[in-house]
């Protein structure tokens, strides 16, 4: 049984919703019951003694397994209607003669008929069927009022002629519930289908705007950046320049030259560094950053990537100390770790007076390692804490005039969420200078 029951699904036999047209999956259903119907009127005539009608349900059982076949498996559903229109038609006109005309169930027959071609045929067409289906009522009603002696009433007794009545009601009504419920579960299946649709264009509707609304978000706060990171870039390079032409015009004392290349330094540093965070930040928004998470050793690192922030506060007079308890290893993109401990360090140092104190320190707290870079320098308001790792490129001075434009901060945000860390400001116990904690999966092999 379990082989056959594919053979026997209502999709197999009369084709599947997916693949087969509303009218395809009406007329083979039509198909299916006609063959069975006129199989069964065959021996119910011959029995009855309607041996002509007989004949008639044996010849129309052939041509409705044919008509099946045609429709099912050729997929030329479009021949199938036309041909059952003409010879259907021309049938019931043949069984109104031999099964006793306006007396027997003939005129439901035809009704039978419009009501399957108006379901399945196409609209173009549907004007020439019904008026061939009528014009063939209406002639034989006027023939048979004119020469009723043509159509003799044939039905043997009453018990046959109830039970042809019969059948054919329920053969009729049964194709009639089938037509209508196909239709019903069509148009509601239809319905959904513009629903669930239009739940979706809603949907993307939706995201696209949000996505718009970040886009433009996003464009005006580039347009804002690279329009101060040009105007910053213009004015220190006008530095530059004003410095090297009194170097070159002008005659000055010894001490007066040092300070003049002293400051030219620390605006080429500053506007060096600038670039630098300017152009790291860029190429993560324009192109995309690769990052290659691997195994980090925080102690190691730190020691001999923190040389250059050492010269720097040395110059200034800035203690930076390494406060190591866990020789922790993290799971990170080496170069990506750098640049965000880097950042923190020479914001702790640019906002540090000379005589002031930098430390970072290393813990470990359960699967997390936790890097702190603490100052005891200016410090931040409380009302400007929200707004420090966002792009909202506003010019900062350090304690000595060193200039930026506020890109740091947030280079280390994405730099630090891009390998699966965290980054979050701490108000110092003391309640002066900075705290960023920076935290980093440990590496587990």
């Not at 021309?90 to 008929?113: D, E, K, R």
């Not at 190591?324 to 993109?333: E, G, L, M, S, T």
């Not at 200016?378 to 420090?388: A, P, S, V, Y």
């Amino acid at each position: 049984m379990t082989k056959l029951h594919p053979w026997l699904s209502a999709h197999y036999i009369i084709g599947d919703p997916e693949k087969h047209s509303l009218e395809e999956r009406i007329f083979n259903t039509f198909c299916i019951i006609a063959i069975v119907a006129l199989f069964l009127e065959i021996f119910f005539n011959y029995y009855i003694g309607l041996k002509a009608v007989a004949l008639i349900c044996f010849l129309g059982t052939i041509f409705s397994i044919g008509l099946y076949y045609l429709s099912r498996y050729k997929r030329n559903t479009k021949w199938a209607i036309r041909s059952l229109g003409i010879v259907a038609n021309f049938t019931f006109l043949l069984n109104y003669f031999f099964n006793s005309g306006i007396y027997g169930p003939n005129l439901v027959l035809f009704c039978l008929i419009l009501l399957i071609t108006i379901v399945v045929v196409p609209k173009k067409e549907l004007a020439i069927w019904i008026t061939l289906n009528m014009v063939t009522v209406l002639g034989v009603l006027i023939f048979e009022y004119f020469h009723p002696e043509f159509i003799p009433n044939t039905y043997r007794d009453n018990l046959a002629k109830a039970i042809d009545f019969g059948i054919t009601y329920v053969v009729a009504a049964l194709l009639i519930c089938l037509s209508i419920s196909f239709i019903r579960n069509n148009y509601d299946r239809e319905r959904n289908k513009v629903f669930l649709k239009n739940l979706e264009v809603k949907e993307q509707h939706v995201k696209i705007l949000e996505q718009n609304k970040s886009l433009e978000k996003l464009n005006l706060e580039k347009a804002k950046l690279f329009s101060i990171v040009a105007h910053d870039i213009r004015s220190p390079l006008s530095s530059i320049l004003g410095y090297l032409e009194i170097l070159v015009k002008t005659d000055m004392s010894e001490e007066e030259n040092q300070q003049v290349q002293r400051s030219l330094l620390q605006v080429t540093k500053d506007t060096s560094e600038m670039l630098t965070n300017v152009l790291m930040w860029s190429k993560s928004q324009l192109d995309g950053t690769r990052v290659d998470i691997g195994r980090v050793n925080v102690a190691d690192e730190l020691k001999k990537g923190l040389s250059l922030e050492r010269n720097i506060a040395h110059k200034k007079n800035i203690s930076l100390r390494l406060d190591i308890k866990h020789r922790a290893i993290i799971a990170a993109d080496l170069n990506m770790f750098l640049i965000v401990v880097r950042n923190l360090v020479n914001n702790a140092i640019k906002f540090t007076p000379e005589g002031g104190k930098v430390w970072v320190s290393v813990e470990e707290d359960g699967e997390d390692c936790l890097i702190k870079v603490k100052d005891n320098g200016l410090g931040i308001k409380e009302e400007n804490r929200d707004e420090l790792f966002k792009l909202k490129a506003l010019s900062t001075f350090g304690t000595n005039n060193e200039k930026g434009v506020g890109l740091g901060l947030l280079l280390c945000k994405e730099f630090t969420e891009l390998q699966h860390g965290e980054i979050w400001y701490e108000a110092n116990d003391e309640g002066e200078g900075s705290c960023f904690v920076v935290s980093f999966k440990l590496y587990s092999a």
